[in-house]
């Protein structure tokens, strides 16, 4: 059974998740108080319901139940934001990831409830600095205030070299613990140092920032 999402507020953030969740295969519940926002999700939802979720009933009344993942997406209207997310955890609600504009609302979302707590804007920038400072990085995923998988696209000094050749360990302080061909979808997970890095494939690596950046 696929997993179940539930998304409150459809402004343009809420709108692309709900879509984006939809066509990766879950099932989708939008709700909206604007008639019009749940007539421009139907087609990318699996259900979109006209309700004021700030009324705790709405909660028993669409059905959202504890193992159930709900996303709050209001922008600025911090009293709303609040106010739902407090009566999803009263309601024991496990997983409540809440939009907020800045870090003086994260902090007043995560002491009323929120499991997480989002700020696109603040995301973006980071991410679009990343993309800046090292053009061969592709995406990343913090593991902990020092390490992080990197997703990059070899420089070109890689290509035609082994991973022993390259030394990366030693020179860099990273490991590669998988590569992808984008052409074929091949997949190789903690590839030998005989493995030759070529053209059209991405690496997985581990490591600290500071030292993908001499990389990159």
């Not at 709108?15 to 519940?29: A, C, K």
């Not at 309601?91 to 009323?112: D, G, Q, R």
């Not at 997703?151 to 998988?178: C, T, W, Y």
């Not at 590569?179 to 997970?189: A, E, H, P």
Request: net charge negative.
């Amino acid at each position: 059974m696929a997993k179940r999402v539930f998304v409150i507020g459809l402004g343009i953030f809420g709108f692309n998740i709900v879509r984006e969740l939809f066509e990766s295969g879950f099932e989708v519940i939008a709700i909206d108080k604007s008639k019009q926002a749940v007539q421009g999700i139907r087609d990318f939802a699996t259900k979109a319901i006209v309700a004021d979720a700030t009324d705790k009933a709405i909660i028993d009344r669409v059905g959202i139940q504890e193992e159930d993942t709900v996303i709050v997406s209001f922008g600025e209207d911090l009293a709303a934001s609040t106010l739902i997310t407090l009566n999803l955890k009263q309601h024991k609600i496990k997983n409540i990831i809440v939009k907020a504009p800045n870090e003086e609302y994260m902090t007043i979302l995560e002491k009323v409830g929120a499991t997480q707590v989002i700020i696109p804007e603040k995301e973006i920038a980071h991410k679009l600095a990343r993309g800046i400072i090292s053009p061969n990085v592709l995406d990343y995923l913090p593991l902990s205030e020092e390490y992080t998988i990197f997703e990059m696209a070899p420089p070109e000094s890689f290509l035609g070299k082994s991973i022993g050749e390259l030394q990366l360990r030693n020179r860099f302080h990273i490991e590669v613990i998988a590569v992808k061909n984008v052409i074929t979808d091949r997949f190789v997970m903690v590839p030998g140092a005989d493995f030759v890095v070529k053209d059209g494939e991405v690496l997985l690596v581990v490591g600290k920032e500071a030292d993908i950046q001499r990389i990159t």
